[in-house]
């Protein structure tokens, strides 16, 4: 019976491979099981593949017990076929010795560009050969999983339709596959097909511009690469320099301990020898009236012995009064001579420490100005209640709502009950610094917010709530928000408040513009979000806080770091810094630390 039938007869159009368990639709075609299972399963409508007749619901698949009877013993007479004529190859075939036995012929990569990869497998549906690399899409994307595998060895029917042994001309835009014209009059019938020059040209170019994107990548990633390179440089060069300079820094600094520690060891050594002087006078005064008083006691005993009334009487009346002495009750030498002597040493350290602080920071907040940014309100994010200058540079409480901002109120940006309003540049990335002119303002809040902070309602400005601030209150307190909030007692109340965050240190800190001073700073963030400049003018308080908080400018201040050193060492620590490391004093003026 197989005999009268066609191998094409038996050929799953799917796989094209002989039936696996066939089974036939409601239109009449047969494919295997599993392939028609797979085709369905990967689209969502169902249809037959040849004929593109749809159905409503998924056929009930059974598999045809008598077709695949057949089926099964079409394979065996093909193997025995096929085994047939392996052995008349064998019996005409010259017999040559094993060592001589010809090799089948390496079949290359076909995607391969350059040098050639050896061929693991061939793909019978795409009539190509790959290389272990180039073969991952066949095991990675559902589609080309279906696709049939050989061994490239025996894959001979390269350009030629395996189902009807015609030359692979067209590609089918639908199937995504090479085909023959015998297929676009069975399997393709209704299919869009091209020429495969015209899809080959397609895809070079697509290929060409591919290529250019990949360039493109390589070059950019390549300028990235040499930036990055260039920015360990600069830093590793930066390093050397902080260390040089805290080296100075803390020489000169332990040079002021050890002048203050030497100068009180000499005031304690001149308050001993002038305690030694004092008692040493006391004690030969002391001596003296003990020598006089002896010398009384001696004339009285004297005079006790005498015979001669007259004589007794006469010597009595100047002899019973003791010779003049000091009043020795109130006079004392205390043993503590130095009740605050430490303590006005040690003061006088924290002082020196306070000036080095103070000159350092100046330094510090001359470093943040490189990082100044452009920063602009954004009225979006405005409460209705708040006013923002034509040029987002400054935000004032209004004494009505802004209409225009009541229209959208609904916008989750938005703040609606706090007074508040967020820039609109928001940082991921880097170093930023930027000025605020806060004036006389009593009330006002400063600092960053993250992109996902509640903005309706009542607002907790803490940095477990998502805003680093600093804030000052009516009663003249300046607090930092850290939740509980930390007082900060500054001499002067700042009017230009500078803002610097470094979001991969995990760094906010604040300054004294005017003062150049440090307020406050908050360490050891975990920054995950957008952060945006964040700014709350505070309400009215009956006239005293109508003043805008401003945007300023960040001002260079030329010349800030020359001379610093000289103005904030003591010139007994310079000079013991320069006998200990006489070259480091050289550097000082150039180092950028100073």
């Keep these: 019976m197989a005999s009268l039938l066609s191998e094409e007869q038996f050929l799953c159009c799917i796989c094209l491979d002989i039936f696996t368990n066939p089974v036939s639709i409601p239109c009449g075609h047969n494919f295997c099981l599993a392939c028609i299972n797979g085709y369905w399963d990967t689209r969502d409508h169902f249809e037959c593949p040849l004929c593109k007749e749809s159905f409503r619901r998924r056929p009930e698949l059974r598999i045809n017990r008598a077709f695949k009877d057949i089926t099964e013993h079409f394979k065996t007479s093909l193997k025995v076929k096929t085994r047939q004529v392996d052995e008349d190859l064998r019996v005409s075939a010259p017999e040559c010795s094993p060592g001589m036995r010809p090799e089948p012929e390496a079949v290359s990569c076909d995607v391969c560009t350059g040098t050639k990869h050896r061929a693991v497998k061939s793909c019978l549906v795409c009539q190509g050969s790959y290389c272990e690399s180039h073969l991952g899409p066949h095991q990675r994307e559902t589609s080309l999983q279906r696709h049939r595998l050989t061994d490239p060895a025996t894959f001979t029917t390269r350009g030629l339709c395996r189902k009807h042994e015609q030359p692979l001309e067209l590609f089918c835009k639908n199937d995504q596959i090479p085909v023959c014209t015998r297929c676009t009059e069975t399997d ?33 990633r390549v300028h990235k690469m040499d930036k990055i390179k260039q920015s360990l440089e600069l830093n590793r060069r930066s390093a050397e320099q902080e260390i040089e300079g805290s080296v100075i820094v803390f020489r000169a600094l332990m040079c002021s301990i050890e002048r203050i520690q030497s100068e009180l060891i000499e005031v304690i050594k001149e308050k001993q020898k002038v305690a030694e002087r004092r008692a040493e006078g ?99 994010t405005a409460s209705s209640w708040v006013t923002l200058s034509s040029d987002g540079k400054q935000v004032s409480l209004g004494y009505q709502q802004n209409r225009h901002a009541l229209h959208v109120v609904d916008d989750p940006r938005r703040f609606d009950s706090c007074v508040c309003v967020l820039a609109k540049q928001g940082f991921t990335t880097g170093r930023h610094y930027w000025v605020v002119q806060v004036g006389n303002k009593t009330d006002w809040d400063v600092g960053v917010a993250r992109e996902s902070v509640n903005r309706k309602g009542s607002v907790t400005v803490r940095p ?25 007692k500054l001499i002067d109340k700042p009017k230009k408040v500078g803002v610097f965050v470094d979001y991969e240190d995990g760094l906010v800190s604040f300054y004294n513009v005017d003062d150049k001073a440090h307020i406050y700073s908050y360490r050891q963030c975990v920054f995950t979000e957008t952060l945006y400049p964040y700014f709350n003018p505070c309400l009215h308080d009956d006239g005293k806080n109508t003043a ?14 020359q001379g610093v050193l000289s103005s904030e060492v003591p010139s007994a620590a310079l000079s013991s810094a320069g006998r200990s490391r006489q070259s480091s004093v050289h550097s000082v003026s150039h180092h950028p630390l100073f």
């Excluded at 080959?200 to 070059?219: F, H, P, T, W």
């Excluded at 805008?548 to 770091?561: D, H, N, R, S, W």
């Design 548 to 561: 805008p908080l401003i945007i300023c400018p960040v001002e260079g201040e030329a010349g800030l770091t």
């Design 282 to 380: 006391l004690i030969k005064d002391l001596e003296q009236e003990i020598t006089d008083l002896k010398r009384r006691s001696s004339e009285l005993e004297q005079l006790s012995h005498t015979e001669d009334h007259l004589h007794l009487l006469q010597s009595f009346p100047s002899l019973s009064t003791p010779p003049p002495t000091k009043d020795w009750s109130e006079i004392q030498l205390c043993s503590d001579l130095c009740v605050d002597t430490m303590r006005t040493a040690v003061s006088q350290l924290t002082d020196t420490c306070r000036d080095f602080e103070k000159r350092l920071c100046k330094v510090e907040l001359k470093r943040t100005q490189q990082y100044a940014v452009d920063v602009t309100l954004d009225p979006s």
């Design 188 to 220: 393709h019938k209704r299919h869009n097909t091209i020429p495969m020059e015209k899809e080959s040209r397609k895809l070079r170019n697509q290929i060409r511009k591919a290529e250019g994107d990949l360039l493109k990548m390589v070059e950019d």
């Design 464 to 488: 477990d709530q998502g805003y680093w601030a600093i804030c000052r209150r009516k009663d003249d307190n300046l607090n930092a928000c850290a939740g509980p909030s930390v007082p900060l």
